[in-house]
């Protein structure tokens, strides 16, 4: 069950900042619960926090063995907090943000793709994966997909509100598009591209992470198979724009190779 704390003045108008910003739901929320997290370590506002007790929580979340993403997440919480809503933006120099180490991606080989596009049993699944292995969308993007953004004519998926609230096009494989059809008929669909286990609602980001941990399994592979590990993929392997459609039907071509 949802928490829903107290709305005092300040959080309020850290929301009503953010909204006007059109930031979305999901990192007003974690933003919004950070900030929350830090005044309640000390029993005071934010507003009577300063850069002493900045450091000495960053300390805290370090001793704590917080996740670098948590350690991340918090920073910029506390950054936005203090230049916009509170308006002292000298405060962001005393709010560090570690260094983030560079490291490669996971990247599957092609016979750990193929394994991994092949494994599922169901049909959805199958089409899940293929989806982002084939188009590159992110998996919020994915989840939003309605059978009205797949545009045959012109051979193009539109992602609509996607980071950054900005709507694009991704290409369509022409090998993705009559497993989408396929899977589109079989499950009589009328919304929602994949919807989750209520019709009226899309599957959320956890479902497909689901979806590929499972599909991993069976394909008894030894790597960690997540969502953003296909974007990766089809990351490692993007061509110039005149040569990307190219590229983006050969991603498909190892779903027709079994």
Known sequence: MKIHRPMTPLRKRMLEDMQIRNYSPHTIDGYLRYVAQFAKHFGLSPDRLGAEHI???????????????????TVCALRFLYETTLGRPWMVDCIPSPTKPKTLPVILSRDEVKALLLAPSHLKHRAILATLYATGVRVSELCQLQGTDIDSQRMVIQVRQGKGK???????????LPLLRRYWKLYQLQSWLFPGPRVTAPITPAGVAHICTQAGHAAKLTKAIYPHLLRHYADSRTMPTRTVVTTSTSRMKVVDAA
Do not use: E
């Open 55 to 73: 450091r000495t929580y960053q300390l805290h979340l370090l001793h704590q063995q917080a996740s670098k993403s948590i350690f991340i997440q």
């Open 166 to 176: 900005r709507d694009r096009f991704v290409m369509l494989s022409p090998n993705l």
